[in-house]
């Protein structure tokens, strides 16, 4: 198919190599479908622990919750942007359908840039906010879920490398400007009856 979107060698080459991990097992591959396919319910699921399981965690990870949400939102809007400003890029299995191993089916929309890898990896960066532990861990599965578009054959690695980018870059944005998050904070603080901590409350926000 042609393109005005180019795929380069070194595009080629290692969505081959990770690809090829499709045919070693069964059990790799059921991993891979489950963070390719679930990967938004998965960060959910996450979110919703770090929200409504105190006292452990307190305020400073709602804190981060919110932020990680926004931050999100922020990278989904730049790659909607760019889906609409960017040519065409065909995924790997509209590409070459012969020489990939298809694990899920998919849209036959454009392929650049990847939105779980950037939505992943915005959440991950606002996740430093609650802790050094919590973002690295974050950060290790936003790898894991790129890693997975691109293992179930749906992305090319430039696709997940370009949303992790954009992901990081929005996550470092909202944590910058979280000041101008306080209000929203406050409400849901309000809405779900939480009382702001000494250590993490307004003063250390701002």
């Given at each position: 198919m042609a393109t005005?979107?180019?795929?380069?060698?070194?595009?080629?080459?290692?969505?081959?190599?990770?690809?090829?991990?499709?045919?070693?097992?069964p059990w790799?591959?059921?991993?891979?479908?489950i963070l390719a396919k679930l990967a938004p319910e998965?960060?959910?699921?996450i979110f919703l622990m770090m929200w409504f399981w105190p006292p452990l965690r307190q305020n400073r990870a709602?804190?981060?919750?919110?932020y990680g949400t926004a931050a999100?939102?922020?990278?989904?809007?730049?790659?909607?942007?760019?889906?609409?400003?960017?040519?065409?890029?065909?995924?790997?299995?509209?590409?070459?359908?012969?020489?990939?191993?298809?694990?899920?089916?998919?849209?036959?929309?454009?392929?650049?840039p990847?939105?779980?890898?950037?939505?992943?990896?915005?959440?991950a960066t606002a996740l430093f906010y609650a802790g050094r532990?919590?973002?690295?861990?974050g950060a290790l599965f936003a790898a894991a879920i790129s890693?997975?578009?691109?293992?179930?054959?749906?992305?090319w690695p430039t696709d997940v490398l370009a949303g992790a980018a954009i992901g990081i870059v929005a996550g470092l944005a909202v944590l910058g400007a979280r000041a101008g998050l306080e209000g929203v904070v406050l409400w849901l603080f309000k809405l779900f009856r939480f009382q702001p901590e000494p250590r993490y409350g307004r003063r250390r926000a701002r």
């Amino acid at each position: 198919m042609a393109t005005s979107f180019p795929i380069p060698e070194f595009d080629r080459y290692w969505f081959h190599v990770i690809n090829h991990l499709a045919t070693l097992s069964p059990w790799l591959n059921a991993v891979a479908i489950i963070l390719a396919k679930l990967a938004p319910e998965l960060w959910a699921v996450i979110f919703l622990m770090m929200w409504f399981w105190p006292p452990l965690r307190q305020n400073r990870a709602r804190r981060a919750v919110v932020y990680g949400t926004a931050a999100g939102v922020l990278a989904l809007a730049v790659n909607v942007v760019l889906v609409h400003v960017l040519p065409y890029r065909p995924r790997p299995f509209i590409f070459e359908p012969q020489q990939v191993h298809l694990l899920i089916t998919h849209a036959r929309d454009t392929s650049f840039p990847s939105d779980h890898a950037a939505g992943s990896f915005a959440f991950a960066t606002a996740l430093f906010y609650a802790g050094r532990h919590d973002g690295w861990w974050g950060a290790l599965f936003a790898a894991a879920i790129s890693l997975a578009r691109v293992w179930v054959g749906v992305h090319w690695p430039t696709d997940v490398l370009a949303g992790a980018a954009i992901g990081i870059v929005a996550g470092l944005a909202v944590l910058g400007a979280r000041a101008g998050l306080e209000g929203v904070v406050l409400w849901l603080f309000k809405l779900f009856r939480f009382q702001p901590e000494p250590r993490y409350g307004r003063r250390r926000a701002r």
